[in-house]
Each structure stands twice: as structure tokens, then as C-alpha cells.
């Protein structure tokens, strides 16, 4: 397993990012463009552990190391494969309870695993790292990552090796914890861990006595804080630095959470830390004062490149906040930062304080304001890539906007706890008014950035809306899944889009390629899921049944099997109730928009989640032992008999009830 150890051999993908630095670009050469019309389907894998009716969303990087392959489906369940046939070598299931489901934010994804030599590990939902045997996925150890159990924390993110130490985050900043990064030994012992916020009580190390000075006298300590390192992490061995990105604060508006100002470190900040023993060495706050979800968890590749006439070490990132950040990876020193998608909340970053220059528009209160980009960010998780071949990073370009107000709330347990109401590019009528234009559909491109120029190379034509992750290849290829069921491959140097297999999936993973015998394959996790409550218009999902799959391609493989067509909704006996109390119906909206809608989308929305305004009419009346005892946890509906009582359920019937009568299942269904 040297490969995995030390993230070399060309033919296999050992880590998350293919190395240690990030990059995503793979060395193999077999697939090209003279030949990429030849790519077809290898071998499917769809023998995924689904619990219940709802299939979920697949973000996993599969890691190809000696011809097998490892990843991770929903709920952190763990699938090794031969990287030839497919065929099923081991499954493991950390059996995370349905009811926990009720902690994460955006759905029961996850993100992959990590190899150091013979042990596979993953992190966990409920906040559990796993030690699996590579060959037999045996568990051999379990640390519990967790500070607070009581606490909304989840894992999402992948484990990242960094010499002999296994690194993980958490996840729940919309949900009130406090956020910290740990590292393990290969025994499971805990090495170190780093608050990326100070807490209510003594500091655990002297880096957040630096951090406290950044904050009000009085916190919202209920509220955690925030700052979840819940996604990117990259290496450095030479310099024996891990970077993590941090996460934004909660609740959203600074003024919330810190009353009196400050830029609240660590939030949104890329964070140099000694891998061997925990301390930092510098860091870079990329949105001082968030109050808009700009997290920097994205994505950050190590770089070595020549700029103004010197060899740099660097590290690229392009956040939420839609600037491009080129550092330098020794000192943190800002190099240059620029727009690599519309902003509207600041102006530019100012090249000597390193500090954005924010418009005072951004900043919202009860009166709504528009704000570019949306809480998606100009990028998400969606990892990109970078080619040394051509100098290009290919970012995954979210374009979109938010209607934003503060809504303060007292901090619920379990529950989305903001501080702000969004409308993410759909209230048109108030954005003409406060923009002056009409303001446009969320849509994505691909964006070929110049990060020595900081500036745009190409850009594929706007597409479906919440795209996927990237690769690149030394064969001049970049790789890209679409929500709207598309693998895209585009020549890395023009941008001309060469080749787009249709699969009838949402693939928003990204692509990796290994090989195996002299010959290349390029595989992909599909399916629909995360953060977005919707299915797209224009997606896979709204056409086809939105499955779990796992699609491996090689030369001269076959066309790909559609799912089965997605038909019209079920119709069901209307509830004979047609009077109704308008004010129970009321607090019953407001009681779903808090605990039901980050999964429930508003009238029957399609997304892959039951359809409240279109079941058996008998189901209304049995409402209580779902939502408050659980009776169907065990397929991720979990209870809330600790915040809601009969009388709250009550409520949430009357507006579901009341809801389908005024608007008319007929028209619902259409």
C-alpha cells in the first residue's frame, strides 16, 4: 500500500485529491482527444444500502488503489470493489441511526474515505472515525470526534492523511456547534485538536486568546458560534503544514453573534497548522465579519509557480465569497485576489490590508437586500482541478443571487438557527424593484481560470443549475458530471466541449481516473442530494428516477442504462376537511418552515422526499407518532417529541391540509 501512504503511483487515485496537494489532475495518458468518442460504460455499480424510500445524494471521491476501488455512499456506509469488474469485495455499515438524520443540514451525504497503509478510514455521520481493515472492511477501531453529543455535529467530509495522522472536521454550523478540526494517530488516540472559535470557557490552546480579541465581550455562546472545518483540507510534508479551510458563523448576521463587530476569527479563514503538533502558523480571513455563508471550506490546491519574476510556493482557493485567492502557502502572504464570478457584496480585496473592501449595500437588516452570490456561493464542495500542464484551475461556477433579512430566533437545538430569512433567485417582483433588473435564473459554468493572470481562460455555456466537481488529465481532457444527467468532456486548452454521455443521473461528485493493466478508466458517483431541497429544473431527477450509482468508463465500453422514467405522482383521495382555522394554520407554517423544510420542499416540490401535500388521506390523522415518536426514523424521519408536542403537530396538519385545499391538489400535480 505505498501508494496510498505516500499519495504516488501513477496508475491509482490513493487520496482524496490524488495527492496530498490537492490538484485533481491525473498523469494517465490512454484516453485523449483522438480517442474520446470511443468512451463507453465499463461497469455499473447501484447495490447501494438505501434505508426507506428516499434515495439520497452521492458527493464521494472514490479512491482506486491496487485494483480495487473505495468509497462511500449516503449514510457513511463504505463499498470496496474491483476496479475492473465491479464486482462487490465488502460493504461496511456503521449503522447511523435514522434519528440522527435530524442534526445535518443537507441531507445524509458524505464525502468519502481515506487510505494509510492496510486501514480504510471514513468518518461518520453521528461523528464517529472508523478504522476498517482494507481487505476483509472489518472495523478495528472507532474514536468518537464528538466534544458535545448533545450538540447537532455530523460528519460529511472525507478523513485527510497527512504523514502518519488521520484529520477530520465536523459539520452543523447552521445548527449550533463550535467548530474544530482533529487529528488522530493510526491507534486512534487523539494527537491534537484545534477550536477554530473561542468558547464560553478557558481557552483550550493560545491561538483563540489571539481569536477572543476578534469577537464581542458577549457572544452568543448558545449558538456555538460556528466555523466548521466541514470539507477541505490539503498537505504540505515539505513544510509540514495541513490547510483547512473554515466554515461561516452562526447565526449568519455578525451583529447576532457578536454584538459590537469584530472580523470573529477563525471563521471563513484558510488555517496553517503544524501537522505534528496542532499549533498555527498563519492564516487568512476571506470574509472578516461573514454574515452571508461565505465559508472557505472550498476546495485549496497546492501550487508551484512563477510570479512577478520569482518561484512561489502557493495555494489557490476560490470560495463561496466569489473571489479567487492566490497565497503564498509558507507566510500566508496575499498574492492577488480577484472575481472569478459576479460580486455584489464587495467591491475588490484590498492588495496591502489583504482585506475585501465590502459595499454597504451588502450589509441587510429587516429590510430585504439583494446579494451576489447566494448562500451556494459562487462555488461549493464541488471540487475543481488544476492542470500543470496548461496552468489553468477548471472551478465549478455556481451563478446566482439571494434576497437576504435578518429573522432573529432564539437558538433551537437540532434546528436550522440562522438568524436570516433567503430567497435564493425566486422573488422576482422584489429584486426588480431593488436591483433595477430583472434578476436571472441560478444556472453554472465551467470556468478555465488563469491563477497567474487572475483571469478567465474559457467557460463552457451556462448549464443546469448545481453542476459537479471536476478532473483533468494529462490526455488534455477535463471531465465534468451536470445535474442534468450529462457527462461532459471538454479539451483543457480551448474549452470546446468534445464528447456528452448521457447517463439519466445528476452526477455532482467529481470524477477520478486510475488504471488497471495498461488500461485507463474514469469513474463517478451519480445521484441527486445535499444542500439543494429541489430538484433542478432541467435535471435528471425531474426526468428519471434519481438512484445511487457508481458509473466506471473505459475505451470501447458500452452505452449507459437509463433509470427507469419518473411518472406522475400517485393521485390520492383528497382529505374530506375543507374548514379550517387560519391563525392554527399560520403557526403551523412557521413551525415547518423551522423544523420540516430543509427536507420537505415547500408544496410538494419534487425532491425525492415524500410529498406532505399529497398523502393518504388517513395519514393526516396519524401524524403524531411520526413526527414526535419516530416510527419511521429507521428510514431517516427522525422523532421530535424533545421540541414539538400534539399540539404542535396539530398545527403542522392544519397548514398542510389548509395549504392543499387553497392552492388545489390538481394543480399541485400538474
Known sequence: MSAAAHGGGAPDWPLHGHGHAEQRHSPLTSIDRSNVDRLGLAFEFSDFVVRGRTHRGNEATPLAVDGRLYFTGPWSVVYALD??????????????????????????????????GARVYVGTLDGYLDALDIESGERLWRADTLTQRSRAYTITGAPRIAGDRILIGNGGGELGVRGYVSAYDTDGRLAWRFFTVPGPGDDEHPELAQARKTWSENPAWDFGLGGTAWDSMSYDPALGLVYVGTGNGSPWPAGQRSPGGGDN?????????????????WHYQTTPGDSWDYTATQQMILVDRRIGGRDRKLIVQAPKNGFFYVLD????????????????????????TGRPVQNPDARYGAARNIVRPSLFGGHNWQPMSYSPATGLVYIPVLESDMEIRTEPRPFMPDSINVGAAVDDARSRHAADALLGERRRPPSSRLVAWDPARQREAWSSLPGTWWNGGVLSTAGGLVFQGAADGGLWIYDADSGD?????????????APISYEVDGAQYIAVLAGFGGAPKTYPPGSAPAKYRNLERLLVFGLDGDDVPLPPRVGPPEPRAAHPQR??????????????????????????TPNGYPNLWNLPAPLYDALEPIVLDGALSGAGMP??????GPADVAAIREYLLRDEALYGRARLLE
Request: with cysteine; proline share 4%; hydrophobic share 45%.
Open 329 to 352: 502557502r509558507v507566510t500566508g502572504e496575499l498574492i492577488s485576489a480577484e472575481p472569478y464570478t459576479e460580486v455584489s457584496w464587495a467591491g475588490h480585496v484590498d492588495p496591502k
Open 83 to 116: 476496479a475492473v469488474t465491479g464486482e462487490r469485495l465488502w460493504t461496511y455499515d456503521p449503522g447511523v441511526p435514522g434519528q440522527w438524520l435530524r442534526k445535518a443540514c443537507c441531507d445524509a451525504v458524505n464525502r468519502g474515505v481515506a487510505i494509510l
Open 265 to 281: 476569527l477563525f471563521l471563513s479563514s484558510i488555517l496553517a497548522i503544524e501537522a505534528n503538533t496542532g499549533r498555527l502558523r
Open 497 to 509: 466541449a468534445l464528447r456528452r454521455i448521457e447517463t439519466g443521473s445528476a452526477i455532482l461528485a
Open 639 to 644: 422523532g421530535y417529541a424533545d421540541v414539538l
Open 579 to 604: 374548514v379550517f382555522d387560519k391563525a392554527l394554520a399560520a403557526r403551523g407554517s412557521a413551525l415547518f418552515t423551522v423544523h420540516c423544510a430543509r427536507c420537505h420542499a415547500p408544496r410538494g
